[in-house]
């Protein structure tokens, strides 16, 4: 038995979330989340595992939400223990691409025994995408009255925000209250656990002027800004609520001292209600980092088969 590393990307529009989920037991949702297609598509190798595959996620993602670069580990026994490395790559990306699922696996790698894809992780990086319809755009027209078209592209990509009063300096100066070691219990979702800890370092917290996925007529329309979130690990729904609030500060509908007070009095119920909770289709879990030496076998069970023998 060994325990493989799977790097892996995927567009979160059409599954119900990276987690399976179970209700009294009974698995909900079979191959419409992240976890069970990874399963599903281990189960294809033609030199099959002779366990049954559990994979363990790095970071339990909404449903909606993007990844760019995750990861999961997995432990799989195969005759002769080999590790045919070439081979899970080639199988599982072709089972998605077969079954039109959309998931690839980047690479895969044997660690340690003691390797966690969720625990062992020091830093992960989410970045948010989003929106603002341009002031010059609606020079006489009251902008409540108008809805400018959003770029085909950017379908489930990206917030769009039809207001144009939008002050970004506010923005970034609410975005330093963030960055460090805080209390950010007001900026959870609901939890089934009470006694968790809510206490995160936040190590980066940003907001820099990006641009459309592909230029087009319609992306004239808008500015386009990316919130970039850097640390450990989040809370649920942590980095929604984070950007929901640095909108409603840009908007003028939170002040500088509001959001100072969701961190002077964190509780569950300091959370201000005037800020939105961003919706998950704009957020991307860009990278999840780890120690190199939690990633190294002996030289032995870092040995791969020649791939030509698979």
């Not at 990278?287 to 040995?303: A, F, I, N, T």
């Amino acid at each position: 038995m060994n325990r493989y590393l799977i790097y892996f990307s995927y567009i979160g529009t059409r599954f119900k979330g990276v987690q399976k989920q179970y209700d009294k037991g009974v698995p909900l949702f079979k191959n419409e989340t992240i976890q069970s297609l990874l399963e599903s598509a281990l189960l294809q190798l033609r030199k099959k595992p002779l366990n049954n595959p559990v994979v363990y996620p790095a970071s339990r993602t909404d449903q909606g939400v993007h990844a760019l670069c995750t990861a999961a580990h997995v432990d799989l026994e195969f005759y002769n223990g080999q590790k045919p490395i070439y081979h899970i790559i080639h199988a599982m990306n072709t089972f998605f691409r077969v079954e039109n699922h959309d998931i690839r696996v980047l690479n895969v790698q044997v660690v340690p025994d003691t390797f966690s894809a969720r625990y062992s992780a020091i830093r992960k990086t989410y970045a948010y995408r989003f929106a603002v319809v341009k002031p010059d755009v609606l020079p006489h027209v009251p902008y409540k009255s108008s809805v400018f078209p959003l770029p085909i592209i950017e379908k489930d990509r990206c917030y769009f925000i039809q207001n144009p009063r939008f002050d970004i300096s506010l923005a970034k100066e609410a975005a330093n209250l963030f960055v460090g070691y805080k209390d950010f219990r007001a900026f959870m979702g609901k939890s089934l656990n009470p006694e968790i800890v809510t206490q995160r370092n936040i190590e980066e917290l940003s907001l820099i002027e990006t641009s459309s996925l592909l230029p087009s007529a319609e992306s004239k329309y808008y500015d386009f800004w990316q919130v970039t979130c850097r640390g450990k690990s989040f809370l649920y729904r942590q980095v929604r609520r984070t950007v929901g609030v640095l909108i409603a500060v840009a908007q003028k509908k939170i002040s500088i001292a509001e959001v100072e007070a969701m961190f002077e009095n964190p509780t569950k119920d300091s959370w201000n209600d005037k800020a939105t909770v961003v919706p998950p289709y704009g957020l991307y879990l860009q990278q999840v980092e780890y120690r190199e030496e939690d990633l190294l076998c002996d030289v032995e069970s870092k040995k791969e088969i020649d791939i030509r023998s698979i």
